[in-house]
């Protein structure tokens, strides 16, 4: 039986503290401490917390505003586990959580592990969308967390477990934001660490939740993609680098309509097959026609913004380098 630190940084979200803390009182496994970094917050989280002190083995810690990454480190530094567990504070944990992460690591030794989210049944039909969007083969390559992902597995941070030896091997976080997630998660497996999926220690991750808010997301995501490249430049795989041929492909077609309708014709087609096969598959997947074409427009504001994201932030440490 191991015991599990829970670290949650938190900046102005006292609501969705408070339901994923209640999340936490209701896990069946119950040998865990929980620790709260309040990074800055001008609406602080605190009352929240008061009001499971009772049930919940908690620590609040109110410091400077420094950024997710660092404010981690800081958690790091206060917690007694054996194993340190980071989640973002929009996520809601399912019951058997930490009992399905501890059986799971009672047989297969992981020096560190991540899960997948997935969409809760009270969310919106957006962000159940949002979420379809996010989690996809046919949008991310299921980098997020599925267990035929492309490319190698890294863990991230809205879900995201080290052991003590990782942490005091590594030193933590060396960057705050932009990326700071991928860059730990690298670096852990240079160290030698073993690193693996626990597919079934999946959280329902909240996100945004409106389609302007994912799109800044998103957008900001691409920005770290190119942050990363600065430690691990063979880091940008070709699944990265779908946004940007998609959105490419998307102008062409638009270019196309004015200059050559055959090749018009051809990319609309394609474009249509594409989106055929993202709308079948959420609607099966989420029971809803509704979220099955507003999957449509969640993946189209992914891919442009990550694109976008990407791009712009090259273009800015370019013009910086020059």
Sequence with gaps: MYFYSIIIPVYNRPDEIAELLQSLVRQTYKNFEVII???GSSKTCKKAVDLTAEKL?????FKENSGQG??????FDKATGDYFIVFDSDCILPE????TANDFLKLNKLDAFGGPDKAHESFTKVQKAINYSMTSIFTTGGIRG???HVGSYHPRSFNMGISRAVYEKTGGYIITRMGEDIEFSIRIGEHGFKVG?????FVYHKRRTNLIQFFMQLHFFGRARINVSRFYAHEIKLVHFFPLFFLLGCLLIIV????????FVIGLFFLTVYYLVIMIDSTLK???????VLSLVAATVQLCAYAIGMVGEYFKRKTKIQ
């Design 37 to 39: 970094v309040e990074d």
């Design 286 to 292: 989420n029971r809803s026609l509704v979220v099955g």
């Design 256 to 263: 196309c309509g004015f200059v050559y309708k055959p090749l």
């Design 146 to 148: 599925k267990k035929n």
């Design 70 to 75: 660092f404010s981690r480190n800081f958690g």
């Design 57 to 61: 083995n908690i620590r609040y810690f």
């Design 197 to 201: 999926l626990i597919e079934e220690a």
């Design 96 to 99: 058997a959580y930490l009992q």
